[in-house]
């Protein structure tokens, strides 16, 4: 299962295919409180529809009134990025369910062939990590390997942002406790494997968005390739399946 962002990535490649105009807001920066972190992503297309989240509630309600009112059009028929800021004074931040008179800077990019989410999803993909600079004045993006993540850095040119592959769980032994994580992890962002060579142990397992292994440990982990987002959790309560994934 794909963590939020990525979701929010698929959506706007999908919309953009569709020819419905959708527009990927990030959060560059905040100062005080703010409900989501910078780098928090979502889309918003010409019919209003939204996937993902940059407050919580009240500025995408206001981003979908601006869909209405034609605001969004103009962004899109610009090709260019648009800097927003939410928040700038108490009376705004209320109005906009900002607490603590928090302030957020949004960016809002038109997707098109120059937004190269294709490129960068196959990239999350392949599990690689992938800066992206998106270019203020000619909403174009250039991607280059880089570090997982990190928070976005905006200034008057560029947002650079870090996307990484999703975090992935690796459970060792199809047993109560992995049911049960099974169950939270996915809807956490994570992707999760079941692994358990034991036919009797995976017989019951019915567990939708978890991917279930019969490999020996060891064989799926290297098969994997565990890397920094990744986490093996073990238990099966036999040592010669626990030992196996964690050597």
Known sequence: MDDLDT???RTALAWQAAGTSPVLVTVARTWGSAPRPPGSLMVIDGRGRTWGSVSGGCIEDDLVARVREGGLAAVC??????????????EEAHRFGLPCGGTIELVLEPVSERSRLAELLAALDARRSVERHLDLARGEV???????????RLDAATLTSWHGPSARLILIGAGDIADFIGRMA????????????REERRA???LPGVTLSAEMPDDLIQRLKPDRRT?????????????????
């Open 231 to 247: 986490a093996v959790v073990a238990l099966s309560h036999d040592p010669k399946l626990d030992d196996l994934a964690l050597i």
């Open 7 to 9: 979701q929010v990535l």
């Open 77 to 90: 028929a610009r090709g260019t990025p648009e800097v927003q800021r939410y928040g700038i004074s108490a």
């Open 186 to 197: 996915p809807a956490l962002g994570f992707e999760v494997w079941v692994c358990d060579p």
């Open 204 to 206: 019951a397992w019915q």
């Open 142 to 152: 250039r991607l280059s390997e880089g570090r997982p993540d990190g928070v976005p």
